[in-house]
């Protein structure tokens, strides 16, 4: 199965993308999560990345064009793929056509989790990270002890660009520059919107209906 995750910052995208991927079996690959462990390494292009990211901005078109191209062309991505936080711009979508063209592997269908603007900013402030890759919520999804991760016990943080001036101007990016993409891929038939306010659970319920009718 071949995958977009699609939704704005904050809407349940990377928590369902972990679920789906042990479901499923089929690779999650995160352009928010890969841009982060480069900055996390101190990679070239994690120093420039930061800038934009501590900001609320988009990274440019160009440099995740090449790291999509990159990751789609791993052997783990012949059983299918699930991407999540790209395409965010129409010359990304456009980009991804192309790449996905040249190794047979088009897009079945594009999930748009929608939550509204005000449940985004309180998930976004009480999100808490871990740098196992587990993450949190203060009070929607809290580990067992206060501050630490269930995983692997480590300190868990706040992400740089979960604080609120940074969370407003995401959303602001959001509306601006990739919001377009529901019309685009709209009118391509592949759209199918998911109500992401429920619980966890009921999110990943209504997905996984959507994907096993497709499969058939
Ligand atoms: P990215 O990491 O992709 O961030 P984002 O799109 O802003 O999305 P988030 O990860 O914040 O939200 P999510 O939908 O994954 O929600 P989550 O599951 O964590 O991108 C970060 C930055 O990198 C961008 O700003 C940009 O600079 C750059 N970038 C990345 N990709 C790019 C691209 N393609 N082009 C250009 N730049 C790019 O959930 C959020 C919280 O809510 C958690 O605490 C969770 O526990 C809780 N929660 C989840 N589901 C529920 C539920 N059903 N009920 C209650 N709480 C819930
Ligand atoms: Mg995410
Ligand atoms: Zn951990």
Redesign the pocket.
């Known amino acids: 199965m071949n995958i977009v995750l699609f939704?704005?910052?904050?809407?349940?995208?990377?928590?369902?993308a972990k679920e789906l991927a042990k479901h499923y079996t089929i690779p999650h690959i995160?352009?928010?999560?890969i841009?982060?462990a480069n900055v996390r390494d101190g990679t070239t292009l994690g120093i420039k990345?930061k800038e934009?990211?501590d900001k609320?901005?988009?990274?440019p078109?160009e440099v995740?064009i090449g790291i999509i191209r990159d990751r789609l062309q791993q052997p783990d991505c012949k059983s299918g793929y699930m991407l999540?936080?790209?395409?965010?711009?129409i010359p990304?979508a456009e980009a991804l056509k192309e790449i996905l063209a040249t190794i047979s592997k088009p897009l079945d269908v594009v999930l748009n989790?929608e939550v509204p603007d005000k449940e985004l900013i309180g998930?976004?402030s009480?999100?808490?990270m871990c740098s196992c890759g587990e993450?949190?919520?203060m009070m929607?999804?809290p580990p067992l002890k206060q501050g630490i991760c269930d995983a692997c016990g480590g300190k868990l943080y706040q992400?740089d660009?979960?604080k609120e001036e940074v969370v407003r101007q995401?959303l602001e990016?959001?509306t601006a520059k990739t919001k377009p993409l529901i019309d685009y891929y709209s009118n391509m038939g592949i759209l199918v919107n998911i109500d992401?306010?429920?619980?966890?659970e009921?999110?990943f319920r209504q997905i996984c209906d959507v994907l096993d009718s497709h499969k058939k």
């Open positions: 939704g704005p910052p904050g809407a349940g995208k990377g928590t369902q995160s352009t928010g999560d841009l982060r990345a934009y990211m609320g901005e988009l990274v078109d995740l999540d936080g790209y395409p965010r711009t990304q989790i998930r976004l009480g999100r808490r993450s949190y919520h929607f999804n992400r660009d979960d995401r990016v959001y992401g306010t429920g619980s966890v009921d999110v």
